[in-house]
């Protein structure tokens, strides 16, 4: 560190990795993580429902604007009916009820 409070390299100049970064503010505290909410997998909660690949609305909640299935952490699904509703998708992509892509 130098006078500034500048991260010095061997060669006298400044560390790249840090030039230019601006504090993180959203931040608690330094190395914390964020511990949100735990979700609950819909499909465990209500046991009524059942994932079909005939049911393309019910399918759209789990792809996102691009086309790609949405990973369990984001989605809440646990391990079992993620595997369910990507085997839907899939299905549901070959008999053309969902888009492989989408185009913009």
């Keep these: 560190m130098n006078q500034r409070g500048y991260d010095m390299g061997r060669n006298g100049d400044m560390d790249d990795r840090d030039f230019g970064r601006t504090p993180d503010l959203n931040a608690d505290a330094p190395g914390r993580r964020r511990v949100g909410r735990k979700r609950v997998c819909r499909y465990c909660a209500d046991k009524v429902l059942v994932i079909d690949y005939k049911d ?36 549901a992509r070959q008999i053309a009820l969902l888009p492989f892509t989408v185009t913009a």
């Excluded at 393309?56 to 990973?71: C, D, H, N, T």
């Design 56 to 91: 393309p609305q019910a399918l759209k909640y789990f792809i996102s604007e691009r086309g790609k299935v949405v990973p369990r952490r984001i989605s809440g699904n646990c391990a079992r009916h993620q595997r369910k509703v990507t085997l839907a998708i899939k299905r």
